[in-house]
């Protein structure tokens, strides 16, 4: 039972680029999301899932894209990279019923754009 | 508008101590807080919750209380360890609608031997 992963754990970009981060988890939760940690920020929501094919914006999505295809993984696109998104980006899931209590966060990606 | 409030970025206090953060909230509509812990290069882990209905939770040398008329929430550490040198997050939700969390800025605690 490996819990959340997170793939990867560092990444550099240049400006413009385009990357997915992933996430998967094994512990059959409906709800994923995303969040990204800023110095000063806390954390802050970018996507959530329910559930597969199910997907939902949060306070700062705009520059990201997500999809979920199983209810497996939970996949962050950047789809044009800027140095206003070099952040450190966690991943979460948790069972609907448990909502909140029992989320469990991945380890973290810490992403550079330069 | 930031809907949880940590306003002291950090907080130091000597082992054997006891330690109190603070948090508070603007929007009534929530009604169950939670507290997550996070060291350095890992991600938060859930630490305590409490319900509007209470008024105070407690787990071992870890207790939350809430004020709602002040909306205004606490955790206490007694005693402070070391180990516990961490960032700990307030956060809040609704949970009549599986709305995702809401989380403050965090406080930074550091435990002095």
């Known amino acids: 039972n490996a819990g959340v992963t997170q793939t990867p754990k560092f990444q550099v970009l240049k400006t413009g680029q385009s990357m997915t981060l992933q996430c998967a988890q094994d512990?059959?939760?409906?709800?994923m999301s995303w969040y990204r940690q800023d110095p000063g920020m806390g954390l802050r929501l970018i996507h959530y899932?329910?559930?597969?094919?199910?997907?939902d914006q949060g306070e700062v999505p705009n520059g990201y894209n997500v999809s979920r295809s199983t209810t497996e993984d939970f996949p962050l696109r950047l789809l044009s990279a800027a140095p206003s998104q070099t952040s450190v980006y966690f991943c979460?899931?948790?069972?609907?019923?448990?909502?909140?209590?029992?989320?469990?966060f991945g380890p973290g990606t810490r992403l550079l754009v330069l | 508008d930031q809907q949880v409030k940590q306003n002291s970025p950090s907080l130091s206090v000597q082992e054997g101590r006891i330690s109190i953060l603070n948090c508070d909230y603007t929007?009534?509509?929530?009604?169950?807080f939670l507290w997550y812990k996070k060291y350095p290069a890992e991600g938060p882990t859930f630490l305590i919750s409490?319900?509007?209905?209470?008024d105070k939770n407690e787990d071992g040398r870890f207790t939350v209380f809430l004020n709602k008329s002040a909306k205004h929430l606490s955790l206490h550490i007694v005693p402070s360890q070391p180990g516990d040198s961490a960032v700990y997050f307030c956060?809040?939700?609704?949970?009549?609608?599986?709305?995702?969390?809401?989380f403050g800025k965090g406080t930074r605690l550091s435990v002095i031997a």
């Open positions: 409490i319900s509007s209905i209470k």
């Open positions: 956060a809040a939700t609704w949970s009549s609608g599986n709305t995702p969390l809401v």
């Open positions: 979460a899931s948790s069972t609907l019923r448990d909502w909140g209590e029992t989320q469990y």
């Open positions: 929007n009534s509509m929530f009604d169950y």
């Open positions: 512990m059959n939760h409906e709800y």
């Open positions: 899932s329910v559930g597969a094919g199910i997907t």
